[in-house]
């Protein structure tokens, strides 16, 4: 869509429509190379643009032209650029992406649980505390666990008790370090992600302000 592809806006479009229509090509999840681009699972996606191959449409298994896809006929360097890239492997990335973030959450929510459960107290979690050591997936944890274990009437029955233990567990207070980790992992990767996903990544590249083909 940059125009560094060296394809037809003819291309893109039909990828749009076969999206906006729901028409999904079906793509085995074993036998990509995963190392010099995903070579065989974009051959299957790109395969019904040809009228060859199957797709999915409302749940069922298809041919493209049983789907009332028209088949289009390719141009020199397309049928390159259709296989070549790592834009499969960036998209199960940011699915992998989206899955850590909500298990983030998830542990956060697990991680108040066990307080409660175990009689822990709330005072690690508190703000003062961690902003002395500002990490920001580490502050991230401590503010939600501190948020879900605000107003708990059973934490707030031993707030004041430090007989049953004088510290608790690594695991309990510590949880904001371990978990706030894992965040700024899942940050990191973000960052990467979004990077991927508004680059080129052809090959050979075409540069159209100087007429170059780069490999």
């Known amino acids: 869509a940059q125009g560094h592809s060296g394809v ?59 789907a009332g896809l028209e088949p289009i006929q390719l141009l020199t360097k397309e049928g390159l650029s259709l296989l070549n890239g790592t834009e499969g492997m960036a998209a199960m990335g940011s699915l992998a992406l989206h899955h850590g973030i909500v298990l983030t959450e998830a542990a956060d929510a697990a991680a108040a649980l066990s307080v409660e459960a175990l009689l822990a107290s709330a005072r690690p979690f508190r703000p003062e505390v961690h902003s002395l050591r500002p990490h920001p997936g580490q502050l991230a944890s401590a503010a939600r666990i501190a948020r879900l274990l605000e107003g708990s009437e059973i934490v707030a029955s031993h707030t004041d008790d430090f007989h049953h233990a004088v510290q608790d567990a690594y695991s309990l207070r510590c949880a904001p370090q371990v978990h706030g980790a894992v965040i700024d992992t899942l940050d990191h990767l973000g960052t990467v992600l979004v990077v991927e996903m508004g680059s080129v990544v052809d090959n050979p590249l075409v540069l159209p302000e100087t007429g170059e083909v780069i490999s």
């Open 8 to 66: 037809r806006a003819l291309i893109v479009e039909k990828l749009l429509e076969m999206l906006h229509r729901g028409i999904l090509p079906v793509v085995p999840s074993q036998g990509s190379v995963g190392a010099s681009g995903d070579l065989a699972p974009f051959a299957h996606l790109a395969l019904p643009m040809i009228g060859e191959g199957k797709v999915r449409l409302n749940g069922e298994v298809m041919s493209p032209a049983e």
